[in-house]
């Protein structure tokens, strides 16, 4: 036994090594929550519109498009390059003009491969690029239009699309991919964007002492939360709460009232945020 | 038994399932109210469903990713360890017996003891996974059941078979001694070739979730199996684990002589023990050292298969998750070398090549630290003015795949070379071309590690995709050197005179804590890579097919992915050293008049 002992001590021993170092050798990066789609509206002024493009750029395109020029080709220059590539005897696209070319390059990226960037083997007649339109992308037309918008500003070119009316049944991808909106800062800016504070006293946000809301004041919850339901835990209850609320109503407080579809609107890391902050405070 | 009555209930369980259709919908109904489209009408299978948090029930305070992570997790380390172990257990019964050494058949008889004190723990953890994911993610569970089903059931008979022939091998063992020995190693054969015929199965359901294959850009599927089972990365997965498992279970049996060896009391146990720790070290180091190489067919594979999916894994947010492992591999290395190191111990007087070990320490340590070093730091903008860039001038360009690649080739070959002068020292040369020979072999040291080094220089100046198939030429440099000097090392051994006896046993305890460091370090190393491999698919459950629509559809933070990298770990091997004491129980005579001393025969 004291063999085992031994053994098992230098074991913990060791993983806590490659725990800590993990922890502290390493920067904790917090990465983003899955992508949702940008919104482009025919409202928008046209900045707006190449900012929107940008922020999808560095989602989307930035990890090879990183400007070094080693894993994708460099798109600073684009707006001169175009036509050499499209007078190219390899070009077998149909674009006449740099939005045409931008837009073809991202849904049908093999129509012009730039030397050295193809796939092996290929003889650079294949890209390696997924089309921008599909697959782990799937960029809406109005996104893969903003993009182009914010292209054509980088290279110092005259913008030539403008955001498309959306529309009339309001959104262009299934109910699941449903628009989130702009991920939330911190906590507060996310009980704010969902407008809780319309029914719950909450901690942090001032609503009129004494008003009486519809829903339970939740500015004790971190107390209370851990006791609601039994074998339940805090964090657990607020989950269940916020995703499904017509399982739990708290005594004296209507039914019914909550919205239930905040799991399709809320956005994961808006979720651990509202949870961290109601269950334990940060 | 108890592993049969738990694949049973998997059968039902996949059964119930009923191809996944009576799964298919969801508890919000979502997909019910889908339009069937042509190409789902014409297959006769829907397409993927997308599926929202409603369709992901919870239970409790349970964490479901958590759930089935540390599940899945735990269920890879025992299966990995069961499947990896007969492989060898077979090639050293299968010398035993050509030799006619009976030792090394009590050596492999012990070793598959051990695999059948984890077999039980592999089927209940299997059973936990199964039960997990159906409780847990309905939704997934049922879409893959649709496409795979038969693949599950063939599964599930497999592992009966598999089971059976566990039990048959191990029980059979000293039945069938003398004459029927053929017959045993017969059997074992059958039990490998099952146990990767399962492994290769449940392969093909990780990749299909990477890579799917078999279905449209819906997620349809076409209704031929195969093709779904066949993916771009089935085969290099395959292969990977394939020599992981046979590491991996050296690495965990090697724990074990080294358990043994530490509790040991008389010099025959010691011996015996020691003699064991070594072979497993051996085992795991053969293993270990083709590894990178199959790694690096993986990778290159997933840049085919999906660039953006390579990028995301060597170049995003997982490219730091490397740094780790580059700590780990280098724990593997130095402990595995240090184990060698010590082992000279056992020889009579001083080994001729001993001088050398420090060199070898050396070269080990640098290419540690290349590989250690990371491509992009993550800095404060004060932190990026007085670097003065975004990458050291200095040490950033190590941090490129180039001098990885160059690292690891240099400590395989450093590697290579310790066991090489392990085995050296017990003969000496009689002849005049034995030593021509070895001047021969000096030379092809050098010639490789200069061509490796100038691959890798020449990588800096050609595009990222050219600089990953340079990693070929590199790897078959390092392989045709070890193939080489092994053919000219046995064929000097077989013509030399012995020198040395080994002194089995003469061994200090601290070099058994290396094993163990070996078998941490690779526990803890799959659990990284395989939470890796599995992450890059980020928030999808099947990459580009269906997305994942739970509340943690989020890749954790780096601490986070460990902390229960290091739970599963941790659990594990509380797990098997209960296994390791079972397996001791009632065996202290057993091993009483094992070698204490034997002639050079490594």
Redesign the interface.
Known sequence: MT??L???G???G???L??A???Y???????????AEEQVSGAMMIEEFVAAGARIYARACV??HSGLG??APKLDAIATVWRERVDDPRYRGNAKSLEEYLRESMIEPSAYVVK??G??GSGDTES???GAN?????LSPGEIDAVIAHLQSTAGAKVTVAPRPVPASGVER????ATVGEKAPDAVAALQKFQCDMCHHLPGLAVEEGARLPGPDLRKLRETAANRVA???A??FI??SI??PARVTAEGFEPGLMPEDY??RML??E??MIVDYLAEGR | MKALAVMLLLVLVLLASGGGRALVASPSG?MAAETVSAAEAAVGHPGAP?????DYP?Y??LNSRVVVWVAAQLHLFFAAFVLGVPIFVLAIEFIGWRNRDPRYDRMAHEFIKISMGAFSLTATSGGILVFALVALYPGLFAYLTGIFGPVMLLYALLFLAETACLYAYYYGWDAMQGRRKPGHILLGLGLNLVGTALMVLSNSWATFMMAPSGVD?RGVFAGDVWAAVAGPLWTPLNVHRFLANIAYGGAIVG?YA??RF??ARTPGEKAHYDWMGHTANGVAIVALLPLPFAGYWMTKEI??Y????G??LM???FA?LF??QA??IGTIFLAANFYLWCGMARLDGTSRTAYLVKYIAGVLVICFLVWFTPHTL?MTARETAALGGAYHPVLGPLGLMSAKNTAVNVMILATFLTYQLFRRSMVRSTQSWMARATRLQVAFYIAAVANIVWLGVYGYFV????RI?LSVPQVATTLLVIVVCVVVDEAIASRSERVHMIHWGRMPTRAQ?AL??L???FT?LMGLMGYIRSSIR???HV??VM?????????????HA??IV?AS??VF??LI?FV??LSGLGRGQAVASGPVAAPATP
């Open positions: 063999g085992v031994r053994v098992g230098y074991a913990v060791l993983i806590g490659f725990t170092f993990s922890y050798g390493i920067p904790q990066l917090v990465p983003e929550p899955p992508p990890l090879c080693d894993r050295g960037f796939k092996p390696p690029m997924p599909r697959g782990a992308l799937a299934p109910a699941a991919e074998g339940m835990g964090r657990d989950v269940e995703l499904f799991g399709d994961a890391a979720l651990q | 979502a997308k599926l929202t948090p409603p919870r409790g305070g850009a724990a080294a358990y530490i509790a840049y085919d999906s660039q953006q999916m990028i995301t170049g995003g947010v730091w740094i780790i700590v780990l993550v595009p990222a995709n050219v198939g804590y163990f460091t078998a941490v370090a803890w980020q928030h999808w990459y580009t997305r994942d629509g739970s509340a943690d559809a989020f890749t954790p933070t780096i601490g460990t902390s290091s770990t941790l091997l509380l050293l390791f004491w």
